[in-house]
């Protein structure tokens, strides 16, 4: 079983739609949780950290299940430029070693 | 602007050649770096732990003596791919932590002939 999995998409939504997904991840040990934003053929960057009681960060709310062990992400008013993968990370040491998962592919449409 | 450098940014060898591909921290020291492998449509794998001053650590199933890891100094980190094989084809990354933050390189794209 993979350390972190998600659904691959992809998700085609209009601009302006609200587009949803999640994680799920096999570690219950697993301490820190991260959402990364990768474009084609560049490196992944943080979007936003994952905190236990939720956080949202502009249009971009992130959840956390501990109980279920999954992670949400879920985009509001979703704009062209929101088009990418999006990576879901989960760290099991606390440290800086991260796992990643393969990506969920997000494409916003005019 | 970039906190981590990568070089060379794309690289084509033929099979049996060796590649090496550099890491830097900008601006800042990083005793420790990862370097990571992303297949097509995959996850990034993490192979190992670079850690300045000392040996690096190898994640399951990565050959220490085909990647070869030197941490030079606090802000360079160097993987060597050895003797490589169109297997090795893949896009090579490198991270250093900062203030909490992984910061990614903007990888390497290997291939190999």
């Known amino acids: 079983r993979k350390e972190v999995e998600q659904d691959p998409g992809p998700f085609n939504v209009p601009e302006g739609a609200t587009v949803a997904f999640n994680c799920t991840y096999s570690n219950s040990a697993s301490q820190s949780f991260f959402w990364y934003r990768q474009d084609c053929r560049k490196e992944p960057k943080l979007l936003m950290s994952?905190?236990?009681s939720g956080n949202e960060d502009g249009r971009f709310t992130a959840q956390l299940n501990r109980a279920s062990q999954y992670i949400s992400l879920l985009i509001r008013d979703s704009k062209l430029s929101d088009s990418a993968t999006y990576l879901c990370v989960v760290s099991f040491r606390g440290g800086y070693k991260l796992s990643f998962g393969a990506g969920t592919t997000v494409t916003v449409r005019a | 602007g970039a906190v981590v450098s990568q070089h060379p940014s794309r690289v084509i060898c033929k099979s049996g050649t060796s590649v090496k591909i550099e890491c830097r921290s900008l601006?800042?020291?990083?005793?420790?770096m990862f370097w990571y492998r992303q297949f097509p449509k995959q996850s990034l794998m993490l192979m190992a732990t670079s850690n300045e001053g000392s040996k690096a650590t190898y994640e399951q199933g990565v050959e220490k003596d085909k990647f070869l890891i030197n941490h030079a100094s606090l802000t360079l980190s160097t993987l060597t791919v050895t003797s490589a094989h169109p297997e090795d084809s893949s896009f090579y990354i490198c991270?250093?932590?900062?203030?909490?933050?992984?910061?990614f390189g903007p990888g390497t794209r290997l291939t190999v002939l």
């Open positions: 991270s250093a932590p900062r203030q909490g933050e992984q910061f």
């Open positions: 994952v905190y236990s």
């Open positions: 601006d800042f020291q990083a005793t420790t």
